[in-house]
């Protein structure tokens, strides 16, 4: 037998190592494309607006979501992508919404597939806003669409004002850039015009909201955005 | 980083197309500054996770595009790397990008082992 290939040519000696190039021409997400595509189709016909919510850890994203869920109630509901606890979900759900968490044991993003097979665990009878609260960082998770209609990235006014032309991938794509803390703001130095010009020139659509989840300033706008 | 995750991503294309792992001299890939993907990150993992797949060792070969942009108040088109300043030709920040997100499987070459 040929020890080379395992065939049972008696000889392994007259060995030729030939190339065969196969074109693909095929987008590396193409996989997950499809998953997204499939859960775009579901969430519409449940009637949902899904938001992919993006950012830091430590901008504020479950303080937001607290927020939002002591003032929507049932109509809301979270899928919470964390690494190992599900502190988050249960702060959600203790603020008055449907959470539930999906582990994604050291995953540094949300793919399609996971949230896909989160869907049919919700109660989705009078849901009408589902928030994917994405793991926190603005890399990885740009790259992975989850079927949501929007994604949107929290910037917290402590985290400085120069993060958006340093994480161009995810503020190119978002439709609502949500600045929070806004009470801290006049303890910082963060230029709100300059992130909000900053994130117009890679997102000319892009919607800028200015919010404290812990005064209350402006989360009545940020809720009718979504109504 | 989630460059592995990207290289199963890629091999698992490949398997497809394959119907099993087999050893591979060379991917070549498309990737642009707004994928969100690092370049060096997968060059320096990749060969590792094809490894443990059985896809041998092989190269991989990255043509690396820019971001196109149309500046909306001078309406020239330009190219760039990375979006930190404003357009080159009247500094204004009124502008569309064109491309830059690409992420894309170009080919393979498969080593095929032939007895002559
Ligand atoms: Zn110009």
Known sequence: MCDECGCAHPSTVFLKNRLRKIDLQVPVLQANQDYAQKNRETFSSHGLHVINLISSPGSGKTTLLQAMAAKLGA?????????????????????????????????????????????PLLNLSGVKLLVI?????????????????????????????????????????????????????????????????????LSPEVKCLRVSAKTGAGMDGLLQHWA | MHEVSIAESILDLIERQLGAPQALAEVELCIGPLSGVSAESLEFCFATVAKERGFGVPGLSIQRTQVVIHCDSCLETYSVDDLMSFCPHCNSWKRTIQSGDELQLVSASLIEVSHV
Request: hydrophobic share 40%.
């Open chain 1, 133 to 201: 609260e994405n793991v926190g960082n603005l890399v990885c998770p740009a790259s992975y669409d989850l079927g949501e209609h929007e994604k949107v990235v929290l910037l917290s006014v402590t985290e400085g004002d120069d993060k958006v032309l340093k994480y161009p991938s995810i503020f190119s794509r978002v439709s609502t850039m949500v600045l929070t803390k806004m009470d801290l703001h006049p303890h910082v130095d963060f230029d709100l015009n300059r992130a909000e010009m900053e994130c117009r020139s």
């Open chain 1, 75 to 119: 109509q809301m509901a979270v899928i919470v992508g964390d690494l190992q606890t599900d502190r988050d979900a249960v702060r959600i759900r203790a603020a008055g919404c449907q959470a539930i968490q999906i582990e994604t044991q050291g995953a540094c993003h949300l793919d399609a597939k996971s949230v896909g097979e989160q869907i």
